[in-house]
């Protein structure tokens, strides 16, 4: 069995963030393998993550400059993580969920970009366990040990597109279950001859529809 062997891959893209909760870390999920070729012509199992060490230490950088000039050094004098991951397995990829450092200038920086589209990518560094040669000239890994993750500017892989349909659909059917009671509501206001014992409920409920939507105007 070849020894292990340590590669970087600049993978994949972020997927919509889920809408903020007041008091609540904004977090950022990303889909960082798919098990299929990449730009390398490298195949990583996607059932063959070992995430343990990883969730143990979460480290999110920027262009894999850990201080010593990384992969990608960008020269930063202040080479600290941006902020912290969760990587886990679902259906047939490997997914990463990241909170940026919110006491950390440039971590905001890189946020701000993330959020309005501008930074998409996310990169994974990791050490080969179980690997050969496949057709291509690459290496199709059976076992891979992850070691941290990116936000990276420019993604290698390419099916690096941006995942945010379901999350459209989320906001989507909110939206649209908010303005149905509304419409119920004034349409039942209008009907009534006089107001029925539960007119606080109704207005209270006819009040958090409204401000529901205002909260997804607000933070879409």
Not at 105 to 120: M, P, Q, T, Y
Request: proline share 4%; with cysteine.
């Amino acid at each position: 069995m070849p020894a292990p062997l340590s590669r970087a891959r600049i993978f994949t893209v972020n997927k919509d963030a889920t809408a903020p909760v007041e008091g609540l870390q904004k977090v950022y999920t990303f889909r960082a393998n798919d098990g299929d070729f990449d730009r390398y012509n490298d195949r990583l199992s996607v059932t063959g993550w070992m995430l343990d060490s990883f969730n143990a230490n979460p480290v999110v950088l920027y262009n894999h400059d850990d201080g010593s000039g990384g992969f990608f050094g960008t020269g930063r004098k202040d080479v600290l993580p941006i902020g912290k991951g969760r990587a886990y397995v679902q259906g047939d990829a490997l997914l990463v969920d990241v909170e940026f450092d919110q006491e950390d200038d440039f971590a905001r920086k890189v946020e701000s970009k993330v959020a309005r589209g501008i930074l998409n990518a996310v990169s994974v560094r990791y050490l080969m366990h179980r690997y050969h040669e496949n057709e291509r000239g690459g290496f199709d890994c059976e076992q891979q040990e992850l070691l941290e993750i990116s936000v990276v500017t420019i993604p290698g892989n390419q099916r690096a597109v941006r995942v945010k349909e379901l999350a459209d659909e989320r906001v989507a059917f909110i939206q649209d279950v908010a303005k149905a009671v509304v419409a119920a509501l004034d349409t039942r206001e209008q009907r009534r001859a006089a107001p029925p014992p539960s007119a606080d409920v109704n207005a209270l409920a006819k009040h958090t529809a409204e401000a529901l939507l205002q909260h997804l105007k607000e933070t879409r």
